[in-house]
T-cell receptor, first 113, second 114 residues
Framework: DGGITQSPKYLFRKEGQNVTLSCEQNLNHDAMYWYRQDPGQGLRLIYYSQIVNDFQKGDIAEGYSVSREKKESFPLTVTSAQKNPTAFYLC????????????FGPGTRLTVT | AQKITQTQPGMFVQEKEAVTLDCTYDTSDQSYGLFWYKQPSSGEMIFLIYQGSYDEQNATEGRYSLNFQKARKSANLVISASQLGDSAMYFCAMRDTGFQKLVFGTGTRLLVSP
């Protein structure tokens, strides 16, 4: 079955540690995205990539980093510079083009204490 | 800048009734797309329906229809014959042809009662 996988579902880290969230897709989509969701809010874009080895900052990129070495994979690193990293993180992918919907993974809930 | 506004934090509906979830948008672009997603308590986002800015007819997908009023910049989601499984958060989103990202509203929590 085609889809997007994110692991793990729940992640706990101590403050000051970097943590990498995994996102893999087998939909053969060119574009991939990372969003952050806080309670009572909509999704906000962190980073997106339209092609391998290329990515752009979204609205809230500070304290985050990404890589896109393979078409299928778009890992997100939450660095210690991110002031408030506890949130729900969603990865998505799509065919390039404004009329195509984004497919989302199940999300990773990160808690930093 | 693009903006999506969902003014209803929560909505209640009885099973089998229809419900309308409001969405207004703001953009200076002529070409754009509007999306609705459902987010159950499990957290994943489920695509429901899409409307292109040049589409002359309102989009429909099963029990979901999109009431698109371009002049008023509104794209309301209508769910007919509500089911208990429709209880979830619903997000309106927009994307234009210049960018690949989606801009989301703050969502509406729908609760369907028996």
């Amino acid at each position: 079955d085609g889809g997007i996988t994110q692991s793990p579902k729940y992640l706990f880290r101590k403050e000051g540690q970097n943590v990498t969230l995994s996102c893999e897709q087998n939909l053969n989509h060119d574009a991939m995205y990372w969003y952050r969701q806080d309670p009572g809010q909509g999704l906000r874009l962190i980073y997106y990539s339209q092609i391998v080895n290329d990515f752009q900052k979204g609205d809230i990129a500070e304290g985050y980093s990404v890589s896109r070495e393979k078409k299928e994979s778009f890992p997100l690193t939450v660095t210690s510079a991110q002031k408030n990293p506890t949130a729900f993180y969603l990865c998505a992918s799509s065919i390039k083009g404004a009329s195509y919907e984004q497919y989302f993974g199940p999300g990773t809930r990160l808690t930093v204490t | 800048a693009q903006k999506i506004t969902q003014t209803q934090p929560g909505m209640f509906v009885q099973e089998k009734e229809a419900v309308t979830l409001d969405c207004t948008y703001d953009t200076s672009d002529q070409s754009y797309g509007l999306f609705w997603y459902k987010q159950p308590s499990s957290g994943e986002m489920i695509f429901l329906i899409y409307q292109g800015s040049y589409d002359e007819q309102n989009a429909t997908e099963g029990r979901y229809s999109l009431n698109f009023q371009k002049a008023r910049k509104s794209a309301n989601l209508v769910i007919s014959a509500s089911q208990l499984g429709d209880s979830a958060m619903y997000f309106c989103a927009m994307r234009d042809t210049g960018f690949q990202k989606l801009v989301f509203g703050t969502g509406t929590r729908l609760l369907v009662s028996p």
